[in-house]
């Protein structure tokens, strides 16, 4: 028993280590990404009751043999939904906290999430199907999921810095958009092995492609945070704070003016 929750666990805490050592220039606070982990893990409730009141609603199951019903279901029913329910974690909740103040905290909250909601539903398969499932989904599935935390993580960094609030809400949109557009691909094949046996091949270059973006998304992000030139930052800070009080103080002066005239 306690050895399938090791193995149910292990390959989120090993992605996490990963994802925690790249963020070389400002640690995020553990507490933050707990809770961000535990929000996660809790959205499993509401996209799994979603999911399947769409399967008794459509009469969709993923052992369909029409392999576009198969595609459908997995970007709708699974991929919509499960990366609907996190990407609404990370965006109402760590995306306007202070501690969200570097593009690489996207990829962070947003793997966070995803990890806590493939860990339970990891436990959840561990305990019904056994150790050889829990191998195969530590190999497949969990880096799977933190894949999708990525790509939603990587535009979430960049519309949190983004020049204007419409450029901002683009790639918010445009990430959720490809973590759904990725969990559907990844569940598709899955979906499909068994009637298209070659998408294996798929799989793989999946696996591979997982691992490749993980270096180079955490790469590019993690140096664009401010906090790699600490003179800098603060500098930038102090510009920042500056620029705000002159506008307030600008506006001071209008609003007296303004209720002057108007007596």
Do not use: C
Not at 28 to 36: D, F, N, S, Y
Not at 96 to 119: C, K, N, Q
Not at 229 to 236: F, K, V, W
């Amino acid at each position: 028993m306690l050895g399938l929750l090791v193995l149910a666990i292990a390959p989120a805490v090993a992605l996490f280590l990963f994802f925690y050592a790249r963020d070389k220039y400002r640690k995020e606070p553990i507490g933050v990404m707990l809770v961000t982990f535990g929000l996660g893990a809790a959205s499993l409730v509401p996209a799994a009751l979603t999911s399947l009141s769409l399967q008794k609603l459509t009469g969709w199951h993923s052992d369909t043999p029409n392999l576009l019903h198969a595609f459908l279901g997995a970007m709708i029913i699974v991929g919509l939904v499960e990366e609907g329910a996190k990407f609404t974690v990370v965006r109402f909740y760590a995306f306007h906290r202070p501690e969200f103040d570097e593009p690489y905290d996207g990829i962070m909250y947003s793997v966070m999430a995803a990890l806590g909601f493939a860990t339970v539903e990891n436990i959840i398969y561990v305990f019904s199907n056994g150790a050889g499932a829990g191998v195969l989904r530590a190999l497949l599935s969990i880096p799977s999921h933190a894949f999708d935390g990525v790509l939603m993580g990587y535009f979430l960094g960049e519309a949190k810095f983004a020049r204007d609030d419409r450029v901002g809400n683009w790639l918010s949109a445009l990430g959720f958009g490809l973590a759904v557009t990725a969990h559907g691909l990844y569940d598709f094949i899955v979906f499909s092995l068994d009637k298209a046996p070659l998408m294996v091949v798929s799989l793989i270059t999946m696996v591979i492609l997982f691992w490749v973006i993980f270096f180079k998304a955490t790469r590019k992000l993690s140096e664009q945070s401010p906090y790699k030139h600490p003179t800098l930052a603060e500098l930038h800070r102090d510009s920042a704070e500056e620029a705000k009080n002159a506008e307030q103080n600008q506006k001071g002066p209008a609003n007296h003016q303004d209720t002057k005239t108007q007596s």
